[in-house]
């Protein structure tokens, strides 16, 4: 299952439209219908952003902004990286540990970090998203509680 399925079946869930998603979510409809379809970055910078909140045993939200909000996101240029520096520095893990156990190399987890990646544009979309169908972000990427990639489909 892609992470493009789970939007669009909470979408559904929700009676939207991809117009009406798409709007609120500040995007046009052909970048959100690219979404939907897993034609987009999100499909691996969502599930990663996932991977980091379990590592550093933060919630999700609190790498977008801080306040866990998504009209607190985008407020600076590569808030995502900086978020993410300082939950790890306060947890005290060092930079490659957590790229070790994501299975990147140490300097995209230093693209990460300085804010230089598409996990900047896509996090705030998803978390917009998450507000907009009123579930925890986290829940797309882990829809009953699964990775996306154990899944076939849910309910």
Known sequence: MKLGDVLKKERERKKLTAADTSARLGISVEQYEQ???GDSPAEEWGPRLALIA??????????ISETGKSAQARQF???CGKLIKTHREKRGVAQKDLAEKLGISSSEMESVENGSTPLELYAPL????????????FNL???CGLPLEKLTDYP
């Not at 590592?55 to 999700?60: A, H, I, M, R, S």
């Open 35 to 37: 979404m939907e379809a």
């Open 54 to 63: 379990i590592e550093l045993k933060t919630p999700t939200s609190r790498f």
């Open 77 to 79: 240029e590569g808030q």
């Open 126 to 137: 998803l978390l917009s998203f998450a507000e907009v169908i009123d579930q925890p972000i």
């Open 141 to 143: 990427f882990y829809p």
